[in-house]
């Protein structure tokens, strides 16, 4: 293969790697998307079962004030508690229509289509390690991979213009056919052909060569850029991505059920008299955004792998 036609490979298998880049950021967005929805779907769910939660203290509260063992006070802080609430759900409610239409337009369905609130799956928040990423980014990242292609095309053509110093020699052979009329018909003849193209403009010759060098360290010089930018970018995702397991396990596996223990202790002691309504509503109030803090740990470990998995140019095994 020449120089010339091994440049124009290069460069093909360059735009290759751009599309493959195009598709992975693709990927991503729509992940991104997906898991948004699910994390508006678990805090609405979440949420609704607040406000059936705070309904039963109200009527707690109002239960105490009929039998005088506690103040109007009680009843109305309720009532605010579930006014703030109600808001909250309605505007998780109102969110619905804008994170789905984000989602339709990265899957480019209708505008009119109906995505169903989607199903849960348990997420396996598994640890990555952080040399196998860089080296995966390294050796698939299609962005990087692009411009490897781009550095030889540009070797290439230096190769290419290095050639218009040296004398151009063609060989060939011309056959004429004679016109044949009886016997005095002549004979077809050969003959050998030599061309020779000699360099005889080496100013010009020397300054595209010194262009084709200039283009090969600019690309080589945007491929190194490029990775380390990359390199800090899967650096601060992998973080963000181990930082959301820390808060996942310690939601799950500490705060929530201590809070649920302690709400269900505040429930006893307020009907018992030794804890006042505020104690209960702040109990509540606790339960409420750590579960709603957990399921936003759950969505941005899936939101971030999805970024890791575009940066490193493949999907990565976290079972």
């Known amino acids: 293969i020449d120089a010339r036609t091994e440049a124009a490979m290069k460069n093909a298998e360059a735009a290759q790697q751009k599309y493959q880049a195009a598709k992975l950021a693709l990927f ?111 050796q698939k990242n299609p962005e990087l991979l692009g411009l490897n292609f781009d550095v030889m095309a540009a070797k290439s053509r230096i190769e290419l213009a290095k050639k218009n110093f040296y004398p151009d020699i063609g060989v060939g052979i011309e056959w004429t056919e004679f016109e044949r009329r009886g016997e005095m018909s002549g004979r077809d003849s050969i003959a050998l052909m030599f061309q020779i193209n000699l360099p005889l403009w080496r100013d010009s010759y020397s300054a595209g060569q010194r262009q084709a060098q200039a283009m090969a360290m600019s690309v080589e010089k945007e491929k190194i850029d490029t990775e380390n930018s990359l390199l800090a970018k899967a650096a601060q995702s992998y973080y963000d991505y181990n930082d959301s397991i820390r808060r996942i396990r310690l939601y799950r596996d500490t705060l929530i059920p201590k809070v649920e223990e302690l709400l269900q202790a505040s429930e006893t002691a307020y009907k018992a008299g030794t804890i006042d309504f505020l104690s209960l509503i702040d109990s509540q109030r606790m339960l409420l955004d750590y579960h709603l803090s957990y399921q936003r740990a759950l969505a941005d470990n899936r939101q971030k792998l999805a970024e890791l998995e575009m940066l490193v140019g493949t999907e990565l095994d976290v079972k």
């Open 28 to 138: 991503k967005e729509v992940k991104e998307g997906f898991y948004e929805y699910v994390y508006l779907a678990e805090a609405t769910k979440i949420t609704m079962e607040n406000l059936e939660l705070l309904r039963h203290f109200e009527e707690v509260a109002r239960t105490k004030y009929t039998v005088a063992q506690a103040g109007q006070p009680d009843v109305i802080r309720a009532q605010v508690e579930l006014a703030r609430i109600e808001y909250v759900l309605s505007s998780l409610e109102q969110l619905r229509e804008p994170t789905v239409s984000k989602l339709r337009k990265s899957l480019t369905l209708p505008e009119d289509t109906n995505l169903p609130w989607p199903k849960v799956e348990e997420f396996n928040a598994a640890p990555l390690g952080y040399e196998q990423l860089v080296n995966l980014l390294r």
